[in-house]
């Protein structure tokens, strides 16, 4: 898969048909963001959830559009500065799972990121395993996936967009 103008619309529609494989090839080709293009409350919308590769592309792709409906409570990611925090019925809304924010080496491609840790003490500790990678997709869009800190290593758990909110 490539990078093409099509990508940079608001409307991601076509990324939700995609697998991991092809989203991680699309990762790949994107920069990095600095923590202060990151600065804002974003909505997201999640995608490529793991163990769900085997549902025929479509109804995947309904599968993720019912899961950016208000019947999912995470609504996307306050980001400021160097912490952040996963928003709840509104990208404005409750604020549960926070994290420290920093430009570092993905442990998956090798490549700069912005890196979303959420090892950190006001976690619980289920949440301190989860390390969030986020690139920029295009203007006020960052394409972001969630690994999973195991003893063998990040597995990568989904994928999900950033959409800078008003």
Known sequence: MTASPALY???FAHLLRERQTELDQLF????VATPEQARGSWKGTLMAVRGLDWLPRGLAA???????????PWQGKSL???SGD???????????GHFRIEQALSQVDGHPVLLLDYNVPENPALLRSIRGEARLLGEQQLLARMN????????RILYFTLTLAE
């Open 9 to 11: 619309s608001p409307a």
């Open 28 to 31: 790949a080709q994107l920069s």
């Open 62 to 72: 309904r599968l993720y559009r019912a899961l950016a409906l208000p019947i999912n």
């Open 80 to 82: 400021e500065g160097r």
């Open 86 to 96: 996963n928003r709840w019925l509104s990208p404005h809304g409750i604020a549960f």
């Open 148 to 155: 999973w800190q195991g003893r063998q290593g990040q597995h």
